[in-house]
C-alpha cells in the first residue's frame, strides 16, 4: 500500500472517531469536540492503540505517515496561534489597564506559583520528570507557566457557546486572557533562550520590529484580499525567522499576529477560518500530540502527576481571580464565573508542553501528565461556568448551554 493511501486511512481515522463520539455520544456539554478530539488522539496513541494492536498501529502510523501528519500539525498549529494573536486588543487593555493588569496579573500569577511548588515536589520526588537539557530553573518556570495557561482560542469557542463572546463580561475575559498570552510567550522565550544563539535573538527582535513597523504601515493600504495574503506570508516568515534564532517558530507565529490588528482582516472571516481550521487540520494536531504520551514511562504516578498539577492549575486560578475580585469589588459570583471561564487549557497548553518537549525540557512522562491536566481542566470549564452565568444573569441554566448541542 503507498504512502499516500495509508496517509489517507490514518487521516479517516482522525477526522471520523472523534466526531462519531462527539455527536452519537452528545458529549458537548462536558466535553466539547476539541477535548474529543484531543483524546481520541491519545487513544489512537501507543498507549493505547499501539498497545493493543502494535501490528495495526505500526503499519497505519509508520515513520512516513507520521512525517507527513507533523507537517500538517504545524502548519494547522502556526495558524491557530496566529489567530490567537489576532484576537489581541491591546487598546482596550491599555484604556481598562487598571482592572486589566490587576485581574490578568493575579490570575497568571497565582496558579503559576502553585504550579512552580508542584513542579518542585516532582523534582524532589524523582529528578527524572525533568528533561535531558534543562536547569532545575527552566522546569520549574515551564511547569508553573503551564498551569497558569488559559487557551484563548478555546476560550473565545466556549464563550461563543455561552453567547458572552461580544457581550461586556466577555470582552472583559478576553482582555485578561490576552494579557496572559503575552505573558505566556514571553516567558517560553525566557526559558528557550540559548546563550550560544544569543546573538542570532537579538538579531531576530531587531528585525522583527523593523519588520513589524514596515507591515504595520503597508497592510492597512492593501485590498482585505491581498492582507490575507500578506498576513500568512508574515506569520511563515516570522515563524522561521524565530526557529532560526532558537526561539521555536511557534514564539514566532504569536508575534506575528500579536502585532497585527485582527479588525484589518474581518472578526467573521477570522472566526470562519478558526472553525475551518478546527474541522479540516486541528485534528491532525490532536493526534500528534496523543502520538507523544507515554504511559509505560510512569505507570500510576503519571496520572498522580496530573491530578497534583490539575489541583495547582484550578486551585491557583480561582485563588488568583478571586482576590482579584475583592480588590476591584466584582459583584458575588463574578470571580468564580471568570475563574472558571480560564480554565480553558487544550491547546495552547499542549502546544507550550509540545514546545517544551521538542527542546528537552520537560520527560515523556511529564508531558502526558501535562495533557491529562490540560484536558481535564478544559472538560470541567463548562459544567463550572454555565450554573454560575445563569444565576448571575437570573435565567435558567439551559438557555445558555443550549447553543452548545448545536455546534461546537
Known sequence: MSTIETLLIAMTLILALPYAIWRLGRTDYWAPLVVVQILT???????????????????VFNPEVILALDGIAAWAVMLFVWLAGLELDLREAWTERRESAITAGLALGAPLLAGAGAALVLLAHDPGWMGAAAAPWQFVAGIGM??????????????????????????????????????IWAVLALILLDFERLGRQAGFLVGFAAATWLVRRALPRLPEADRWFVGVIWLAACGFASDWAGLHYMVGAFLAGAVLDGRWFGRDRLDLLRHHLLLIAMPVFFLSTGLRTEWSLGGPAIFAAAALLLAACVGGKLAGVHLAGRLLGWRRGEAALIGWLLQTKALIMIVFANILLDRGVIGGQTFTALLLMAVASTMLAIPMAAPRLARLSGVPTGAHTAPATAER
Open 41 to 59: 488522539g491519545i487513544a489512537l496513541g501507543p498507549g493505547v492503540l499501539g498497545a493493543v494492536f502494535p501490528g495495526y498501529h505500526a503499519f
Open 146 to 183: 503551564a498551569c497558569a495557561v488559559t487557551a484563548l482560542p478555546i476560550l473565545i469557542l466556549l464563550m461563543e457557546k455561552l453567547d458572552i463572546l461580544r457581550r461586556p463580561l466577555g470582552q472583559r475575559v478576553l482582555r485578561y486572557a490576552s494579557l496572559d498570552d503575552i505573558a
